[in-house]
């Protein structure tokens, strides 16, 4: 039987899409692993450390590394058919259909903009952390327990319009500055882990366990904090790499991810102990003026790499959100000028600026850890449900479109699909409030029920009663023009 390739090559000959295929393999992964590993395992490599023990925090993420690993696969096989920009939503238009392909792009626009929106509230609380001097000028109000500075918020929103205008110009300036930063983080990382464990103690690493309810709280921080591998599937139409390798680039983004919070943890513990890993706000860098008494240097170092780690995931993230309000204005379920690709650059732009203007607004909430959890934990109960609507998807396709071309084709398909699909159930269990040892906060389900109304909102606006047929959607989503 002739196998049968990825639909939109029927559209393609005359009304491609005009992104620029810039991106290599290394680009690629570097935009992946740019996306997971931000700056905050500097502050919570402590946490994940003594909430559930040394031990318990390096179980929580080999389990999400595991379940990371069955949705990735999903990923990989599903991408390498459709590299296209936006992939959730091209995959959940084909398995699931349109009205689907809807709520896993909102899904996805809430995930990579709540990373964003991260990254701009943290900007000042980082600096301030290392000492960086930042003029508290015009107190605002309190939020969270911190008062809140304009100062503060001009400095995140300046911040955040570099990353929207490095975006905004083009693919090679945001790959060649994440492919730099990457490497720095990772050798700095390498540097920490080394240090702790040659110089540190394992006596220090005690509790290595405190209990199921510890594992638990450090389980549901665990996808906000690996997710991001999803990112290459939104980048994919811009490489020039065979489809096959975007696959493998998935699962090897999500466990260089997972070694390299786990190699933290490890550093973290060996080099701390429980009194400075439960009292430091900073316990990464506090551990190292443990271990390198008298200098400075290897405290510096680390901090600049983890500052560098949070323009990574800005930047990655940026560069994810604003494939998928692309794609979502391709199939028209937003407005259409979200499409737009920029003449010159080439570049979604105004989806971009779009998002700049969005995130901008998070500077106004402060910096109060409280805060940034809560959003963490939100952006992973949508991390989990845009997860669970890809793997379906992955299922009903392997039985709708069985001969489809697979460039990266996973073994046991059905298998790591109905394990991924379990998995994320689970999951999705543990953020209810049915969850005895405890789910989203009462202010956390709050933000969710308003975000997810916000959503059914746009939905009944653009999808419900939209017109547009089936056949059109589908070959713009592919990247086709309007005729």
């Given at each position: 039987m002739q196998k049968v390739t990825a639909p939109i090559q029927s559209t393609q000959a005359s009304n491609i899409s005009s992104l620029?295929?810039?991106l290599t393999k290394w680009d690629l992964l570097s935009i992946g692993i740019g996306a997971v590993i931000g700056w905050s395992w500097v502050i919570y490599g402590g946490i994940w450390s003594t909430t559930p023990g040394s031990m318990g925090g390096i179980i929580a993420f080999l389990i999400g590394g595991i379940l990371c690993?069955?949705?990735?696969?999903?990923?990989?096989?599903?991408?390498?058919?459709?590299?296209?920009?936006?992939?959730?939503?091209?995959y959940t238009f084909e398995g699931l259909g349109s009205k689907w392909a809807y709520f896993s792009g909102a899904f996805l626009t809430?995930?990579?903009?709540?990373?964003?929106?991260?990254?701009?509230?943290?900007?000042?609380?980082?600096?301030d952390a290392f000492g960086v001097p930042i003029p508290k000028i015009l107190p605002l109000y309190t939020l969270g327990g911190e008062v809140v500075y304009l100062s503060y918020v001009i400095l995140s929103i300046i911040v955040n319009l570099f990353f929207a205008v490095m975006n905004y110009r083009g693919i090679e300036f945001s790959k060649a500055f994440q492919t730099i930063t990457v490497a720095v983080l990772l050798f700095a990382a390498i540097f920490f882990v080394g240090s702790g464990i040659v110089l540190g103690s394992v006596e220090n690493a005690q509790p290595f366990f405190t209990g199921i309810k510890g594992l638990s709280l450090t389980l549901l921080m665990v996808p906000g904090f690996l997710l991001g591998f999803n990112a290459i599937a939104q980048a994919a139409e811009e490489t020039n790499i065979k489809p096959s390798s975007i696959g493998k680039i998935v699962i090897l983004t999500v466990w260089a991810s997972v070694f390299f919070y786990i190699f933290i943890i490890l550093g973290t513990s060996f080099a701390a102990n429980i009194g400075m890993r439960e009292s430091?706000?900073?316990?990464?860098?506090?551990?190292?003026?443990?271990?390198?008494p008298g200098s400075s240097l290897p405290m510096l170092f680390v901090a600049i790499a983890?500052?560098?780690?949070?323009?990574?995931?800005?930047?990655?993230?940026?560069?994810?959100?604003?494939?998928?309000?692309?794609?979502?204005?391709?199939?028209?379920?937003i407005p259409v000028t979200f499409s737009k690709i920029h003449d010159k650059y080439k570049t979604p732009g105004t989806a971009t600026m779009f998002l700049f203007v969005i995130s901008s607004f998070g500077a106004f909430l402060g910096t109060s850890q409280q805060i940034f959890g809560s959003l963490v934990n939100v952006v992973g109960f949508f991390?989990?449900?845009?997860?669970?609507?890809?793997?379906?998807?992955?299922?009903r396709l392997r039985k709708s479109q069985p001969d489809l071309v697979r460039p990266?084709?996973?073994?046991?398909?059905?298998?790591?699909?109905?394990?991924?699909?379990?998995?994320?159930?689970?999951?999705?269990?543990?953020?209810?409030?049915?969850?005895?040892?405890?789910?989203?906060?009462?202010?956390?389900?709050i933000t969710t029920i308003g975000i997810l109304v916000v959503i059914a909102i746009v939905y009944f606006k653009y999808v419900h009663f939209s017109t547009i047929d089936t056949s059109k959607q589908k070959a713009l989503l592919f990247g086709g023009q309007e005729e």
């Open positions: 620029k295929k810039a690993t069955f949705i990735g696969f999903t990923y990989a096989e599903l991408s390498s058919a459709f590299p296209y920009a936006g992939g959730d939503i091209i809430v995930i990579f903009a709540g990373l964003i929106v991260v990254e701009t509230i943290m900007l000042p609380l980082l600096l430091s706000s900073i316990a990464v860098l506090e551990s190292l003026s443990v271990i390198y983890s500052l560098i780690g949070l323009l990574t995931s800005w930047n990655a993230a940026y560069i994810a959100a604003s494939r998928v309000l692309l794609s979502m204005g391709r199939g028209r379920y991390a989990v449900f845009s997860w669970l609507l890809v793997t379906i998807s992955f299922v990266y084709r996973v073994k046991r398909g059905k298998l790591m699909g109905i394990l991924s699909i379990c998995s994320l159930i689970f999951y999705l269990f543990l953020y209810t409030p049915l969850n005895p040892l405890g789910g989203l906060t009462f202010a956390e389900l």
